[in-house]
């Protein structure tokens, strides 16, 4: 099997910073694009930032300038930076990688259970 486990969500003041962490872990040959969603109540679930294996990285406009996106490929682990934290920033957030399985040639989506990241004003 293949998961992701998802942990530094929690409740932080505007302003703040949080760190989230994702480590994959199973029957794993290789790992490509990695990143990171969120879905606020009532809203679809939106971009936040994409990091390629080789550490390139895209964002969406919402986390420009405050939020660093980051891998470790060694411990298969993406990680999301978050400062200057707003309300708006609320959201459950969800980390993805695309995966390809031991002796198995196509790449599958695979996804996190969530964690909650709550910015008080």
Do not use: H
Not at 87 to 105: H, K, N, S
């Amino acid at each position: 099997q293949v998961q992701l486990v998802e942990s530094g969500g929690g409740l932080v003041q505007g302003g703040g910073s949080l760190r989230l962490s994702c480590a994959a872990s199973g029957s794993i040959g290789s790992i490509n694009a990695m990143g990171w969603f969120r879905q606020a109540p009532g809203k679809q679930r939106e971009l936040v930032a994409t990091i390629a294996r080789d550490g390139v990285a895209d964002y969406a406009d919402p986390a420009k300038g405050r939020f660093t996106i980051s891998r470790d490929n060694a411990k298969n682990t993406v990680y999301l930076q978050m400062t200057m934290l707003k309300p708006e920033d609320t959201a459950v957030y969800y980390c993805y990688a695309e995966i390809r399985r031991l002796f198995t040639a196509g790449l599958r989506d695979y996804w996190g259970q969530g964690t909650q990241v709550t910015v008080s004003s």
